[in-house]
């Protein structure tokens, strides 16, 4: 087996180390010769949760949902001290940088984002994943506060998860779905009629509110988070983007304004938990300017969200 292009590293990714691989060989299964992507973890404790990951990843490529087919899960210790990923590599382009570069046709690409969530959320549940433990949508979001909380995290961020746990049973629901749980135009590839959908770190069972939610907030918070030039680009997009996406979800399924507004605590939480983290140098090299300014606005918002809550 060679390398029939040097690996490179993707942009993208948080977490995640993300490269792009290309083998050939005599004897190479076509699958592991095509374009592919190892996505590499900082911890070796991700393993289970990637684990979970692939599981649910495959389910929906099984049931005819356009997710990366996934080739194999390495588990850590056989290439390197942290699991490696590896799917094939599918082509396109991000939505965001489609949108960017073709603003006038925000309604559209609105659209392919509101199809493809609704498509997701009306696929069958797997058993396993209902009643299994570790599915919840809410406890996904809820994963990193709770693990700073038992590290000692003391202060602000720890009463509002306190204030969060309150709110988990009224986010229960009686038909939960599959949910991909960071859904947005960064982790959709336009490829003409497909749309394909990467990155199921986030993804859980559950209330397809807490998914809508999830994506309605990322446009807030890009709007805060994004600079430079082409974050400018892409903010000015955002109004739009997000009007438009949620009329064309409303065309296919019901929204309740109520269980949207009960679910944003949760993204405000997450993203509060991850500016401290990321100032903890929980992911490797921090940002301390940026972390500072992410956790303010979160912990702002995360009260303004729970203001008139039960």
Wanted: hydrophobic share 45%; aromatic share 10%.
């Amino acid at each position: 087996m060679t390398d029939v292009e040097e690996p490179v590293r993707v942009t993208g990714g948080f977490d995640f180390w993300i490269y792009g691989l290309h083998f050939g060989g005599a004897g190479l299964p076509a699958q592991w010769a095509a374009p592919l992507i190892a996505r590499i973890p900082a911890a070796a404790e991700r393993f289970p949760f990637l684990e979970r990951e692939c599981r649910l990843q495959a389910w929906v490529g099984a049931h005819g949902y356009p997710a990366p087919p996934l080739l194999e899960l390495i588990p850590p210790g056989e290439l390197f001290g942290s699991p490696v990923q590896v799917m094939q590599r599918v082509a396109g382009t991000r939505m965001d940088d489609a949108i960017t570069a073709a603003p006038s046709r925000i309604p559209g690409f609105a659209g392919q984002l509101a199809a493809s969530q609704v498509a997701l959320h009306r696929l069958p549940v797997p058993d396993w994943a209902r009643a299994g433990p570790g599915w919840s949508l809410a406890d996904r979001k809820l994963q990193l506060p709770r693990v700073l909380a038992a590290q000692g995290l003391r202060g602000p961020l720890a009463e509002a998860l306190d204030r969060a746990e309150q709110l988990v049973p009224l986010l229960e629901v009686p038909d939960p779905v599959i949910c991909h749980g960071d859904f947005h135009p960064r982790n959709l590839l336009v490829d003409a009629g497909t749309v394909w959908v990467i990155d199921w770190t986030e993804a859980g069972i559950g209330d397809r509110h807490g998914d809508i939610a999830r994506t309605q907030w990322l446009f807030d918070f890009a709007a805060v988070a994004l600079t430079g030039e082409a974050g400018r680009a892409v903010s000015q997009a955002l109004p739009a983007l997000s009007r438009d996406y949620l009329f064309s979800y409303r065309r296919e399924l019901p929204v309740d304004a109520a269980r949207l507004r009960l679910w944003m605590p949760l993204q405000h939480l997450q993203e509060w938990a991850v500016a401290v983290a990321g100032q903890q140098g929980f992911f490797g090299p921090s940002h301390p300017e940026d972390d500072s300014r992410i956790a303010a606005w979160a912990e702002e918002q995360f009260g303004l969200s729970t203001r008139e809550l039960p």
